[in-house]
């Protein structure tokens, strides 16, 4: 599939998405929110895919945020044609990273600002380098976060931080994220498209339909009661019980082999 402002490339189950504005800092545009939207429909039907990773090309930003350049294409918008093309466009990429049917991987490669800020925080899992910020910039411009940080953020750090970073919009190092759980890993610049390949590598040799059961498992379960999250589970437990991979996951422990998962 050709795009002009991302890539999506795929391979041993695994899909990578690449925020590919180099030259404007991987800023976002309004052809851009339409590809990554079409990007992110097609990865979460492809049945093939395991796993996906987004990340940024070069190595300057993951994402730059909204590119200042594009704002005078708002210029015929009143305020609910706004609020329909926000939920339309930005606020759909987020709620299609989280809700991704496969576990999702953001690689931040360099700076990670408003939107960027807030799709990364969609990920599943971060990973981060030396070169890595965090802005949650909108509010410098007198805008609330657009794409979701507000639910998002508290839901991976504690409140009180969530809130002053969102209150404040100044940059979180590397280092700070790492300390704060919002990268779960913090490398070299050099190891981490390695290090990023290599854990999406070892999640795609999972069973997949357990490894999409469970993130249905996490997320439903944050926004629900015990009993409700114990009902999933069962049912869920009991569905993968029946698979073929389960049947070659236990062949694997009694012979004392690895497994190999075919998502049956």
């Known amino acids: 599939m050709n795009f002009e402002?991302?890539?999506?490339?795929k391979a041993d189950h695994i899909a990578t998405l690449t925020l590919n504005r180099p030259d404007r800092a991987?800023?976002?545009?309004?052809?851009?929110m339409e590809e990554l939207n079409v990007a992110l429909d097609d990865a979460a039907q492809d049945e093939s895919l395991r796993v996906l990773i987004i990340t940024g090309a070069g190595e300057k930003a993951f994402?730059?945020?909204?590119?200042?350049?594009?704002?005078?294409?708002?210029?015929?918008?009143?305020?609910?044609?706004?609020?329909?093309?926000?939920?339309?466009?930005?606020?759909s990429i987020t709620e299609k990273i989280r809700n991704m049917p496969i576990p999702t991987i953001a690689a931040i490669n360099g700076?990670?600002?408003?939107?960027?800020?807030?799709?990364?925080?969609?990920?599943?899992i971060r990973i981060g380098c030396e070169r890595t910020r965090f802005m949650s910039?909108?509010?410098?411009?007198?805008?609330?976060?657009?794409?979701?940080?507000?639910?998002?953020?508290?839901?991976?750090i504690r409140l009180d931080k969530a809130?002053?970073?969102?209150?404040?919009?100044?940059?979180?190092?590397?280092?700070?994220?790492?300390?704060l759980g919002i990268l779960s890993?913090?490398?070299?610049?050099?190891?981490?498209?390695?290090?990023?390949?290599?854990?999406?590598e070892k999640i795609a040799q999972s069973p997949p339909i357990v490894t999409r059961f469970v993130k249905q498992?996490?997320?439903?379960?944050?926004?629900?009661?015990?009993?409700?999250?114990?009902?999933?589970?069962?049912?869920?437990?009991?569905?993968?019980?029946?698979?073929?991979?389960?049947e070659e996951g236990v062949a694997a422990w009694q012979e004392k082999r690895e497994p190999k998962y075919e998502g049956k």
């Open 5 to 9: 402002t991302i890539k999506l490339e």
């Open 111 to 124: 700076i990670a600002v408003g939107g960027g800020f807030d799709w990364s925080c969609a990920a599943d």
């Open 217 to 246: 498992l996490v997320y439903r379960g944050l926004d629900s009661d015990l009993p409700t999250a114990l009902e999933m589970t069962a049912a869920m437990t009991a569905m993968t019980m029946f698979t073929k991979d389960h």
């Open 163 to 179: 809130l002053e970073i969102l209150y404040t919009g100044d940059w979180i190092t590397a280092e700070e994220a790492f300390n």
């Open 63 to 91: 994402c730059g945020g909204g590119d200042i350049a594009d704002e005078d294409m708002y210029a015929t918008f009143d305020m609910e044609k706004m609020r329909k093309w926000v939920r339309k466009t930005a606020c």
């Open 26 to 32: 991987n800023s976002v545009n309004w052809k851009m």
């Open 185 to 200: 890993k913090l490398v070299s610049a050099a190891e981490l498209e390695n290090e990023t390949r290599t854990l999406a």
């Open 137 to 156: 910039a909108q509010i410098k411009t007198g805008l609330v976060p657009d794409s979701g940080a507000c639910y998002l953020l508290p839901r991976i």
